[in-house]
């Protein structure tokens, strides 16, 4: 069980047979995102100035947003790298500044991303700010007014579904204060490995790699129950957008975030947000 | 235009550069007297911002940053008495040991502390935004910091050349035996100077806070900046290290405006390139007991 690392490369190029992933690849990240601004009318005709972090997993979040902004007629007007050791972005905002974008969109990853809100709220530059890729903790760390725009994630502790709610409530009550995103995965991971074994009698890799193979349904305390998809062992489940809420409304430190209705609709197959097969050259 | 964009880069480049004055000053004093280059500099950094996020909670913005760096600096009292005076004349290898070690056991103190998860803190609404200067931005927060900045650079400058203190500090740089045979002994001054550094690196990070994220490794990510600056200054000169900190910043603004990616990069080719012509920093002094 794959439980952290997002690059599409991992389940394509590089996909493995004994490697199954849990959270939601960086198409599906830029798909969740990405139809909320198109939504917004933040996306035909705009300019975009987009901040990549220099790594594979940037790298493959910016060839994702590239496509989906010349499927949805986005400009891009400016793309960084950033190194990973960047704490400082006062000279990247500076560009951000002279070339005017319409949104400046965030391809970083893990607590770059706070850094970079944080800064951007410093300095309290005037286009939108958005991004692909944000970890339920780094919002938090981002602090009250810092965070603005659109951002994607796997899954939120507001959730509203039963075993959502009752996974939430037993984490709180054990940790005293709720889950984040990575808590989620590996929760549903476990579960689902669990399941598993229960299912099949046995540890052994080649039945359990069957059972999930037959694309067995698994309950992943969301709306839409999930499979791994046979053919590149990816979870097939919901994303969601979020936002932030406005001053004031949240309930406490950890309800800032306002989760938007998840993707794909209700009506259509969880495989729309995914890489189709024609798109990922995965072959085990 | 471009002209002004570069020269943009520029004045913000000094900006930063004050920035890493900050915690790089510290460093390059303790070093210069003590002998010791203290790898846990970056570990007093990271207390210096937790510190401040829990003063600010109870006392608020202002206080915090003051009382944040005083407390720190008073933590410093102890681990110059009872760890680093060890190994002033000890073979430097033990030094370098002693305070990496540190620097993971603070580290993993903070994690226990305060959890591993990033803290979120936020600058007073006022000082949120930019102004103006003509055609060139600036963070309202940065400038304020410069100002903080100078006004340290100031007070240190003038303890160090203007006080029989400094004297002493300068002296001891230079001819540690000398002092000795005068009847002055140089422990209750090493211990000031420690203090001072380390109360300085606690003020960077009670500072950053509010615009960086607060996380307990922290300290590690400042530190390789932080040795950058005092290795191109040249170690015992204060204004070497003000200048290869500025210079540090600019380079770093330029860079970034021609070849984004290589921004990290620019400043461990720009000490490679000082380091070529100058082995000893730009205004580095002899200092015969190094040698």
Redesign the interface.
């Known amino acids: 069980m794959q439980i952290g690392a997002r690059s599409d490369a991992l389940r394509g190029k590089n996909c493995n047979k004994y490697t199954f992933h849990v959270d939601i690849p960086s198409t599906v990240m830029v798909n969740a995102v990405g139809k909320a601004l198109v939504r917004d009318n933040m996306m035909k005709d705009k300019k975009f100035y987009t901040l990549t972090a220099?790594y594979i997993f940037g790298h493959d979040l910016a060839r994702a947003a590239k496509s989906f902004f010349d499927a949805n007629g986005g400009k891009i007007i400016g793309d960084?790298?950033?190194?990973t050791?960047?704490?400082?972005f006062?000279?990247?905002l500076?560009?951000i500044?002279?070339a005017k974008p319409d949104v400046v969109c965030s391809n970083l990853a893990g607590?770059q991303v706070?850094?970079l809100v944080?800064?951007y709220?410093?300095?309290?530059?005037p286009f939108p700010i958005v991004g692909f890729n944000l970890n339920t903790?780094?919002a938090?760390?981002?602090?009250?007014?810092?965070l603005s725009g659109t951002w994607p994630t796997v899954w939120y502790h507001t959730l509203d579904v039963p075993g959502s709610k009752t996974f939430v409530a037993d984490f709180i009550k054990k940790n005293g204060k709720p889950p984040?995103n990575h808590a989620w995965i590996e929760y549903v991971s476990l579960k689902m490995m669990a399941q598993a074994m229960n299912e099949t009698k046995s540890t052994d890799t080649d039945k359990l790699i069957a059972y999930f193979e037959k694309e067995t349904q698994f309950d992943v305390l969301k709306g839409r129950k999930g499979y791994f998809r046979s053919w590149d062992h990816q979870l097939m489940q919901e994303a969601y957008p979020f936002t932030v809420k406005a001053k004031g409304k949240a309930k406490d430190?950890w309800d800032m975030l306002e989760l938007g209705s998840a993707i794909p609709e209700p009506q259509e197959s969880l495989e729309v947000i995914a890489l189709t097969k024609e798109q990922n050259p995965c072959s085990m | 235009m471009q002209f002004e964009f570069l020269l943009e880069q520029v004045v913000n480049g000094l900006v930063l550069g004050g920035y890493y004055l900050l915690i790089a000053l510290g460093l390059s004093l303790i070093f210069s007297v003590g002998g010791v280059v203290n790898l846990a500099h970056g570990a007093f950094y990271a207390l210096g911002a937790y510190v401040s996020i829990e003063i600010t909670n109870y006392l608020g913005f202002g206080p915090a940053m003051v009382l944040s760096p005083i407390a720190v600096a008073m933590l410093g009292i102890l681990f110059e008495r009872f760890i680093l005076r060890r190994f002033y004349t000890a073979d430097p290898i033990l030094s370098l040991l002693v305070t990496f070690g540190l620097a993971m056991v603070a580290e993993q103190l903070i994690r226990i502390l305060w959890g591993a998860a990033p803290i979120s803190v936020s600058m007073p609404q006022g000082l949120k935004g930019s102004v103006f200067f003509g055609d060139f931005l600036f963070s309202r927060y940065r400038l304020m910091l410069l100002a903080v900045v100078a006004a340290v650079l100031v007070c240190v400058w003038l303890l160090l050349h203007k006080t029989s203190f400094g004297r002493v500090v300068r002296a001891g740089i230079q001819r540690p035996d000398m002092v000795a045979a005068l009847g002055i002994r140089l422990q209750p001054y090493m211990t000031a100077i420690v203090m001072l550094g380390v109360g300085m690196a606690a003020m960077g990070g009670a500072f950053f806070a509010p615009i960086t994220i607060v996380h307990p490794a922290m300290g590690a990510e400042i530190i390789t900046v932080a040795f950058v600056v005092v290795v191109i200054g040249g170690l015992g000169s204060f204004w070497g290290v003000v200048i290869a900190a500025l210079l540090v910043g600019v380079v770093r603004g330029i860079t970034i405006h021609f070849i984004p990616a290589a921004g990290e990069a620019s400043i461990y080719v720009l000490m490679f390139l000082v380091l070529l012509f100058r082995p000893r920093g730009l205004l580095g002094e002899r200092i015969e007991k190094f040698e």
């Open positions: 220099d960084e790298l950033i190194a050791d960047v704490t400082d006062s000279p990247y500076l560009k500044r002279q607590n706070t850094n944080k800064q709220a410093e300095f309290g530059l903790a780094d938090w760390a981002a602090g009250e007014g810092n984040e430190k």
